[in-house]
Each structure stands twice: as structure tokens, then as C-alpha cells.
């Protein structure tokens, strides 16, 4: 069986390996470079600068335990070319391109655009043409724009990387993940922030605490944070750059800064794929419609990641690669199960959640709630890290853990521990009674654990006891 796989990100990668690890004759073909958005300008460069923030904010602290340096200052050029090593030593030793080669897969790279010349043929700008018995789309998404007049003078959080200095002011518009990372970067780096969202809260689909938490840090450290602002009416130039224009309740408000970026969302890279040539059909919102077995309107073609708008993350993008080759080979045999999820942003305070909210969970479930704050727990009072909260979630019956909410120092790892211990079906108790090392970040989540199995009238076992300080 011959399949095309288009687009080499995540879900990309991981469908071609696994199309011919299942002995298909398998082609890869991706418009730019191998890795896709991914490694080369989403979460692997991105995370970069987060480190450097992060290595950044760490200097403040030098002088509480006697070290003395001179003031730090940030260069971005070098942290470009830094960004740049990176993301190319990803790509050649960690972006799955050695299982790929191993696999026998022929790669194509810097393509151009790929489209459906019939509905078994991909052909390319670079004058491919490929016939597949199957054929995969896993050609990811592109920034959002915003519709509005002057709104082509905004820019990207992919133009950060044609940047020759951190801008003086910036403005960015849209407070989900990507926006509010791309303002805790820069607001570190020295650019006076004003993060401005739409809907009454960042971070809308995070628990309501962690957003109201994650908004308070960044008002702690200067940024001007404008949730509810009303509607942008416009954009122009103006002297020192951009100058937008934002109206609520008949009041019109002028802002001005270097910079805007629009984080506005991530849609279906999909409109240049001519996919009415292949019968692929796409849903109201412009991704691509699939079925339980990630196959489109065209049964022989299949689609993972972005495209398909499910979840915009690199972990789910790459379980759909492998779920949507094994059964374009296969058959339909393998449908999609959600499971569990973590989730998690890289800002300043650092956030993650695996689960459901409170609202949601209080709204089906009788549920026990615990939250142990870090400021009460030994290794952020070592660390001098001691802003931000863990939250734990659980079902009175059962004992099953229903969600988990982070906010502040190593949050994402926290909570990846949790997913494991609800993807293993652990009751709270067994959480609880686990001898974490001590003292560790994923302590504070024994804790909470202890403090639930207490509510719950169970026994939580002597180390949870001495992390309680009880």
C-alpha cells in the first residue's frame, strides 16, 4: 500500500513512522522544513525565549542566597541565534527524522505547497507529483487574522524571530495560550505589556481560579491586563509604530506601542490543499471534518493535528498522527479516546490543568475540593517560590481524581504527574499514601491529596502526615 502523509509536524511525523512500521510504502512530504510548526517556530523556539525569561527573572533572586553578579541585560540577537541551535539540533537528533529514516520513509522537504491534483495524487510547487493508495493531511494551521481595517499591520508571535531588539511597548491581543506567553516573554525582556482579551477573563478555558491567579501575576509585574475591553474598531501607524483603536459602551479609546501581535486563534491550514478535488469536505469553522476514526468525507484520506481543529497541542496532535495512519492501513479498527489531557503554559506564573474544571465537575459530580497554597509548602519556601496554588478535584463516591489546577513554580510537571495517576485509575487515597521525596514540587500534590483523604475520612499514611506538618 502506497501513503502520502502531507505535513511533517507532529502528527505528521509520528503517522508516517507509523504507516511503515505497519509495512506501507510510505512518503512524507512538508512545505518548509521537517518538524513542522512545532520545532521550528511554535512550542520548541517559544519555550526558548521562556527559558531565557526564566533565566532572567532567576537574577533577582541571586542576592537572597549571598551570590553576587553584575545586573543582568538581555541580548536578542544572541537569544535568536540560541533559538536558532535549538530548534536545529531538535530537529536533527530529537524530531523522530532517525526513526523516520529508519523506517524506510522518503522524505521531501521544502516542497512548497502541496495540493490534490485528483483524489489519489498530491502534487507539489516544487513539481511532485504522488499517487497514494492513502493519503494522510497533517498540514497544521496558521495564525488567525484579525478582520478588522489596518488589521495586516499586526504581527504574529511568528515574528518575533525577524525582530533585531525587544520593542519598547508592545500590545497583544488574545489571552489564550499563545497570547499570554508571548506577553510574559516580553514583559520579562522589558517591553511594557498590555495584554488586552475580549471575553471577561484570560485564559477562558482554564478553571476560573487560575486564570483570576495567572491575571494578578501579571498586573504584579507591570503589565497592563484588559479583559472585557468592548471591540477593536481599527489599526494605523503611527510615529513610535502602531496605534489601535478600541471602542466599549460608545466610548472610544486610542492605545498606542511598538508592536502588536494578534493571538486571536489557530485555524485549518487547508484553504490551497484543493480538496474538493479529493471530496474532502470541511466543517463551519474551516478544519477538516473527520469521523471517530479520523478519516475525512473521502474514505481513503485521512487528517491529524491542527487541521483537524480538535486540540492545537503537540502531544494530541501526534497520538492523532498515529491513530489516523494505523487505520489508514488497517482499516477503520482504531477510534479516538480522548483520555486524559494535561495542559499547560510556559508564562510567568507558569499554569497547567489536566481534567475538568470545578464548574464542570461541581456541575455532574459530588465533589470534595482541596488547595494547598505554596507559600504553606517546604520546597517554594527553599526556592523562594512561593506564589501560586494547587487544586485538587475529586469524586466523593468513587475517589477518583476528576481534575487538577496549577498555578505557579514547575505547575506542568505537577500536573503531569496527576494525569498519570488518573490515567492509572488511582483513588485519592492511593495518591496520598505514595513516599514522594521530599521535599519535592510533586509533594505539594501528596498534600492535597492528604488533605482530601482527611475530608474524606480515610487514612492518608505518615508521609503525607510530615508533608502536612501534621
Not at 489531557?341 to 456541575?363: C, K, L, M
Amino acid at each position: 500500500m502506497d501513503v502520502v502523509v502531507v505535513g511533517a509536524g507532529p502528527a505528521g511525523m509520528v503517522a508516517a513512522a507509523r504507516a511503515a512500521a505497519l509495512d506501507a510504502r510510505v512518503t512524507l512530504v512538508t512545505r518548509d522544513e521537517f518538524g513542522g510548526m512545532a520545532a521550528n517556530d511554535g512550542p520548541v523556539p517559544v519555550r526558548t525565549l521562556a527559558y531565557a525569561a526564566r533565566l532572567l527573572r532567576g537574577t533577582a533572586q541571586l542576592g537572597r542566597y549571598g551570590i553576587r553578579i553584575g545586573t543582568a541585560s538581555l541580548d536578542y540577537g544572541q537569544l535568536l541565534r540560541r533559538a536558532r541551535e535549538i530548534t536545529d539540533d531538535v530537529r536533527e537528533h530529537a524530531a523522530f527524522r532517525g526513526e523516520i529514516d529508519r523506517l524506510g520513509v522518503t522524505v521531501h522537504e521544502r516542497t512548497g505547497l502541496a495540493r490534490f491534483a485528483d483524489p489519489h495524487t498530491i502534487e507539489t510547487e516544487s513539481g511532485l507529483r504522488l499517487h497514494a493508495d492513502r493519503i494522510i493531511l497533517c498540514a497544521g494551521g496558521v495564525s488567525r487574522r484579525l478582520t478588522v481595517p489596518g488589521g495586516e499591520l499586526t504581527a504574529t508571535h511568528s515574528d518575533a524571530w525577524s525582530l533585531t531588539d525587544v520593542p519598547r511597548s508592545m500590545i497583544v491581543v488574545g489571552a489564550g495560550m499563545t497570547g499570554v506567553q508571548i506577553a510574559s516573554i516580553f514583559q520579562t525582556f522589558g517591553s511594557q505589556v498590555s495584554l488586552f482579551q475580549k471575553g471577561p477573563r484570560i485564559l477562558p478555558t482554564e478553571d476560573a481560579e487560575v486564570s483570576v491567579a495567572v491575571a494578578a501575576g501579571f498586573r504584579a509585574s507591570g503589565m497592563a491586563v484588559r479583559e472585557g475591553f468592548g471591540a477593536i474598531e481599527s489599526f494605523e501607524k503611527s510615529s513610535g509604530g502602531i496605534r489601535m483603536t478600541v471602542s466599549k459602551d460608545g466610548v472610544r479609546e486610542v492605545v498606542e506601542a511598538s508592536l502588536c501581535v494578534s493571538a486571536i486563534g489557530w485555524v485549518a491550514d487547508a484553504e490551497r490543499l484543493n480538496l474538493d478535488a479529493a471530496g474532502v469536505e470541511r466543517n463551519a469553522r474551516g478544519y477538516v471534518s473527520v469521523d471517530t476514526y479520523l478519516r475525512t468525507s473521502a474514505p481513503h484520506v485521512f487528517a491529524a493535528g491542527d487541521i483537524t481543529g480538535r486540540w492545537m497541542l503537540v502531544p494530541q496532535a501526534a497520538h492523532d498522527g498515529w491513530v489516523a495512519a494505523t487505520n489508514a492501513v488497517r482499516g477503520p479498527t482504531r477510534s479516538l479516546d480522548e483520555g486524559v489531557s494535561p495542559i499547560g503554559g510556559f508564562s510567568e506564573p507558569e499554569y497547567a490543568r489536566v481534567g475538568v474544571t470545578e464548574a464542570v465537575a461541581r456541575s455532574t459530580h459530588d465533589v470534595v475540593a482541596a488547595t494547598v497554597h505554596f507559600h504553606e509548602t517546604t520546597r517554594t519556601i527553599i526556592d523562594g517560590r512561593t506564589d501560586g496554588f494547587c487544586k485538587l478535584l475529586v469524586d466523593r463516591a468513587s475517589h477518583l481524581i476528576l481534575g487538577c489546577h496549577v498555578v505557579g513554580e514547575r505547575a506542568v510537571e505537577i500536573v503531569q504527574v496527576t494525569a498519570i495517576a488518573m490515567s492509572g485509575g488511582m483513588r485519592v487515597e492511593e495518591l496520598a499514601r505514595l513516599p514522594l521525596s521530599f521535599p519535592t514540587y510533586t509533594g505539594i500534590l501528596g498534600r492535597a491529596a492528604y488533605r482530601i483523604s482527611e475530608q474524606l475520612g480515610l487514612e492518608a499514611g505518615a508521609w503525607s502526615q510530615l508533608e502536612d506538618g501534621s
